[in-house]
């Protein structure tokens, strides 16, 4: 059932959200967008009917409905999904039930998938969060988010949920059809 988009574009997705993994805090693009939110593209690689996935934000039944038929997977709670889907900035606190992952499985923690509205790069690069800093493997000495990212209160709670690295989760935003930046759990955020 996965794969509502051609395999090639499915590699090219795979492949930005593997070099935004590599490149914590900055905005990666991709080069011939489609005409569909990252968030569904991303769901399409890396879901299918052996994972789950929860929703938390606006449309999120239609949103639901749209990757289970999709990808054939089943949408669950928050604390019991692999993949969670937020629509907008800020999940109201709801992420702070995402799987962690244990000490023997720490990969067992959810990926968090936040969905913004489109933005352009030049914006997104040159407009930076000051009360926001992240640290660790990837970042050369430290690197501030875009301000059209999240809610001042998300980068905290990430920070909590990932205190305990090698627990935590694993984060993706992502801007329309073209921009995404990833935060690897092993990243350190710092937040005054």
Request: hydrophobic letters at 40%; aromatic letters at 6%; charged letters at 20%.
């Amino acid at each position: 059932m996965a794969g509502q988009i051609q395999p090639e574009m499915m590699q090219v997705i795979f492949r930005l959200m593997l070099k935004a993994v590599s490149y914590p805090g900055r905005c990666c693009s991709v080069a011939e967008g489609g005409s569909e939110a990252l968030s569904l593209l991303a769901a399409d690689c890396l879901i299918d009917h052996e994972t789950t996935f929860a929703v938390i934000g606006f449309e999120a039944p239609e949103q639901a409905e749209r990757i289970q038929r999709r990808t054939g997977s089943v949408c669950v709670e928050t604390d019991q999904a692999d993949f969670v889907f937020i629509n907008g900035n800020c999940s109201q606190g709801r992420i702070e039930t995402a799987k962690r992952g244990t000490l023997a499985y720490p990969d067992e923690g959810a990926t968090l998938i936040y969905q913004l509205p489109s933005a352009q790069l030049d914006e997104l690069e040159a407009n930076r969060l000051a009360a926001v800093r992240m640290t660790g493997p990837g970042i050369k000495e430290t690197i501030r988010p875009p301000v059209d990212s999240l809610d001042q209160t998300e980068y905290a709670l990430l920070r909590d949920i990932n205190a305990g690295y090698p627990l935590g989760v694993d984060t993706f935003i992502m801007w329309g059809e073209s921009h995404l930046m990833a935060i690897p759990r092993s990243t350190r955020i710092d937040v005054s």
